[in-house]
């Protein structure tokens, strides 16, 4: 299993730029979550769908920010415009659903710097 | 609304000793799972071991072990023959009926040769 698979591992862009970053989740696993992790704030959830719909929002920042998940082997994290305050790294994790096996596995990161 | 609190900012252990990290959590719920993921400085979120509340006995992985406390609503991790591999920030996360994991502020590792 090739686990959490995110794209770009770094993005370096300039404030006002648009943002895209890139999730496959493990294949089988119907629930994705988006995290923020910064040094003032730890370890934010975002965003997290289950079967592709998104359930819980309430931790997205602002309207700059956008998730989807268009099907179950892709979702994507937008930022437009970005700010130099979104510059963290963004995690995504994917969990199956399935009783007894509710573990959230998690990408190796997107390290993103506004400049 | 449940919470995770990590009280130990910082710790440090010699190499092959052991060392014990502590994290204790708030909830009403009855059902759900603690973990504890370790953050190299790699930035990755490895898994690291994980306890289902209904089960008494504390899960092991290895050199990796928990006690599961749960009337106490403590879960500590014991990393026994401690290896420089082992240096990086742990934390502890709550999961329950939300699917949610609420993490710990994190302890932060250090192993000394």
């Known amino acids: 299993d090739a686990g959490v698979i995110q794209s770009p591992r770094h993005e370096v862009t300039e404030m006002g730029q648009e943002v895209t970053l890139r999730c496959k989740p493990i294949?089988?696993?119907?629930?994705l979550f988006w995290y923020r992790q910064t040094m003032m704030r730890g370890l934010e959830l975002l965003i997290y769908?289950?079967?592709?719909?998104?359930?819980?929002d309430s931790g997205m920042p602002e309207d700059r920010f956008s998730a989807k998940m268009p099907n179950a082997s892709f979702s994507t994290l937008k930022i437009q415009p970005s700010e130099p305050r979104d510059s963290a790294v963004y995690f995504c994790a994917s969990q199956s659903m399935i009783a007894g096996f509710k573990t959230q596995y998690f990408g190796p990161g997107t390290r993103l710097l506004v400049l | 609304a449940q919470t995770v609190t990590q009280s130990q900012p910082e710790m440090s252990v010699q190499e092959a000793e052991t060392v014990t990290l502590s994290c204790t959590y708030d909830t009403s719920e009855s059902d759900y799972y603690l973990f504890w993921y370790k953050q190299p400085p790699s930035r990755q979120m490895i898994l690291v071991i994980r306890?289902?509340?209904?089960?008494?006995q504390n899960a092991t992985e290895n050199r990796f072990s928990v006690n599961f406390q749960k009337a106490a609503k403590s879960f500590s991790l014991k990393i026994s023959d401690s290896q420089l591999g082992d240096a990086a920030m742990y934390f502890c996360a709550y999961g329950g009926a939300t699917n949610k994991l609420i993490f710990g502020t994190g302890t932060l590792l250090a192993v000394q040769p």
């Open positions: 294949s089988g696993h119907n629930s």
């Open positions: 769908f289950n079967n592709n719909v998104p359930i819980d």
């Open positions: 306890q289902e509340a209904y089960k008494q």
